[in-house]
């Protein structure tokens, strides 16, 4: 209440250990690392090269998607057909190289039907008024059924002359280290920078923190909204044409299901469904923490059946964190 | 030269008389203090001078140039500034980032342009030392006090170098000592020769730093005067129509 309180409350706040205790993607690291530790004791499979890749690998595809959640919940909206936008993503790009066409036309073509279904949710979202939950349910409806459409629902494994190019990019790797792990990185670093270095970072965490208030400022907060839906769709069918070359055939229940899983990568790393907070990094440890307990339950002979009962509990726990810290605040 | 003058302004929406002939006028550097009832006519002058309307007949000028407002941001080219009611701040973010929001400076780095949170830090700073605020440019706002909140949205204001700051209900829903903080912070702005229209329905924050007092009540004005030649059982008459007017 009193300013003398706050003065003395900040300064305790400013020492950085006191911060990075407050960040929620401390405590998430800190438990995916706990949890690593725990499998290298408990099973000896954990460590191995082979599963460690595999770790790496299967994560980044959920993590791809979560930076561009993190977009999207830290803007105040949400986005469910991100999966669907996967299997339209990837559905588009081997149709296309099936057909004959180039890898790099054809990834053109997967990320342009991708933003496609983006700028329809940004523009229903944010020009119509429409709610983020109910459009891009909406779409994430249409978009699967788009791509069972283009696909006459049948799986698809031959890509044509640059086959080879495809089943490297995305299943292939550089120095040990699989592919989609380096476009992760790439996406990391400079998202981090963007969101926060940017005018456009900047906007839409004011978007998320007070609508009215960016609008009053002059921020053009619909265009915002679109390039955000836009984003989001973007990093979908960046990962739906990496899941495809490493799966190697696209059938077109692929991504079922992922936009809770990446929901739950951004919500745990200290993303706000309130709006107004979120961060590349914490959508990457998030992920990172999911694979990890999605691994073990494998590893430790534990029924698969039993995966959503932990996502579901983690994003639950992750939000009443975020609860707590703000009523000590 | 009287800073902004409404010389016979009406405003009518549809068969509704919101302003009836409406002529006032404010000095550089003074502040006036507008009252009514709800449902007076407060807000549609307001927003006639931060141009979310235009009269239906009338003029408007300011420093002696007649200006026709088509959109908010007409007025704010001719240096009108609003500070809202709720205050349309983002509590996620820095006093800074506040301060500076929609209007960021930018650095280049080659073809990258990145925002330049030095400059906006070492401006707000300066802004609050100037508004003798004792907030500093890295808080975030959601852990401030109402009167720090109330800095930042002035020190909003501040940077486009305003003629006219309109401040509606500055003073409501704070504590004793915060309205204090606030009324400050509109002297300040007075003692930089900005013209203050403070909207207020307490009548000890209109009476401690008004220089002018102007009352509506349905939509005429019944009282434009100085502070000094009223008082506040005369305005509360005035505004509950005892008294017909002044």
Known sequence: MT????????????????????????????????????????????????????????????????????????????????????????????????????????AGLALGAALLVGLLNGILIAYAGMPAFVVTLGSLSAARSLAMVLSDNKMIWEFGPDH??????????????????????????????????????????AIGGNENAAVLAGIPVRRLKVSIYMFSAMTAGLAGILMAGWLGSVTTNLGQGMELTVIAAAVIGGANLAGGEGNALGAVVGALLIEVIRNSLILLGISTFWQGMFIGTFIIVAVAFDRFRNMRR | MSRLVFSGISKNFGA???????????????????????????????KIIAGNFRPSTGELSIDGKSVVFHRPIDAQREGVEMVYQDLALADNLSAASNVFLGREPLRRFGPIRYIDYKRMNTVSADLFKQLKSETRPRQLVRRMSGGQRQAVAIARTLLSEPKIVMMDEPTAAISVRQVAEVLDLIRRLRDRGISVILISHRMPDIFSVSDKIAVLRRGRLVCHKLVGASSPEEVTGLITGAIDAA
Request: glycine share 10%.
């Open chain 1, 164 to 205: 080879g190019r495809l089943l490297w990019i995305g299943g292939g790797s550089t120095f040990g280290l699989p592919h989609p792990l380096y476009v992760l990185c790439v996406l990391t670093v400079v998202m981090s920078l963007v969101f926060r270095w940017t005018r456009w970072g900047q906007h839409l965490f």
């Open chain 1, 3 to 106: 300013t003398l309180d706050e003065i003395i409350n900040n300064s305790r706040h400013d020492s950085w250990f006191a911060r990075l205790k407050n960040l929620q993607v401390f405590w998430v690291f800190i438990a995916a690392v706990l949890a690593c530790l725990a499998l290298s004791l408990m099973t000896d499979a954990f460590t191995s090269e082979r599963n460690l890749f595999n770790v790496a690998r299967n994560f980044a595809f959920v993590a791809i998607i979560a930076i561009g959640m993190t977009a999207v919940i830290a803007s105040g909206g949400i986005d469910l057909s991100v999966g669907s936008n996967v299997v339209l993503s990837a559905m588009v790009i081997s149709v296309a190289m099936s057909g004959g066409m180039g890898f790099w036309l054809s």
């Open chain 2, 16 to 46: 509704i008389q919101a302003l009836n002939d409406v002529s006032l006028s404010i000095e550089p550097g003074e502040v006036l203090g507008l009252m009514g009832d709800n449902g007076a006519g407060k807000s549609t002058l307001v």
